[in-house]
C-alpha cells in the first residue's frame, strides 16, 4: 500500500505565494508521472500540472507561469509552487502518483487527501 501525505495549503492574500507538498511512502518500487489537480466548489475536479520521468511538465493554461511543479525523487515528494495567486486559484488541491509496487506489477493510482488554497484578502 502507498500513501500521500500533503501540506502546504492555507490562506493567503492575492499576488501571494505558497507551496505545496506530496511525499509518498509505502511499497514503492518505482513512481512513474506526479500532479497536481484541484477541485472547486461546484466545479469539476481539473489538471493543474503534472511532471513525469526526465522532468518534462505539462501545466493549465490558466496557471502557466505562475506555477512550477517539481520532483524529488530520492524523497519521492512532488512539489507545487504557486506565485502570483488568484482568487481563481481558490480550491482543495490534489496530489497524483502513479505507482509501481514491484518489478512486475501494472502502476496504481494514488490521490492525496487533498489541502485547501484560499486566495482572498
Known amino acids: 500500500q502507498v500513501q500521500l501525505v500533503e501540506s502546504g495549503g492555507g490562506l493567503v492574500q492575492p499576488g501571494g505565494s505558497l507551496r505545496l507538498s506530496c511525499a509518498a511512502s509505502?511499497?514503492?518500487?518505482?513512481?512513474?508521472?506526479m500532479g497536481w489537480y484541484r477541485q472547486a466548489p461546484g466545479k469539476q475536479r481539473e489538471l493543474v500540472a503534472v511532471?513525469?520521468?526526465?522532468?518534462?511538465?505539462t501545466y493549465a493554461d490558466s496557471v502557466k507561469g505562475r506555477f512550477t511543479i517539481s520532483r524529488d525523487s530520492a524523497k519521492n515528494t512532488v512539489y507545487l509552487q504557486m506565485n502570483s495567486l488568484k482568487p481563481e486559484d481558490t480550491a482543495v488541491y490534489y496530489c497524483?502518483?502513479?505507482?509501481?509496487?514491484?518489478?512486475?506489477?501494472?502502476?496504481?493510482?494514488?490521490w492525496g487527501q487533498g489541502t485547501q488554497v484560499t486566495v482572498s484578502s
Open positions: 497524483n502518483v502513479g505507482v509501481r509496487g514491484t518489478i512486475s506489477t501494472a502502476p496504481n493510482i494514488y
Open positions: 509505502g511499497s514503492i518500487f518505482s513512481i512513474g508521472a
Open positions: 511532471i513525469i520521468i526526465g522532468g518534462i511538465t
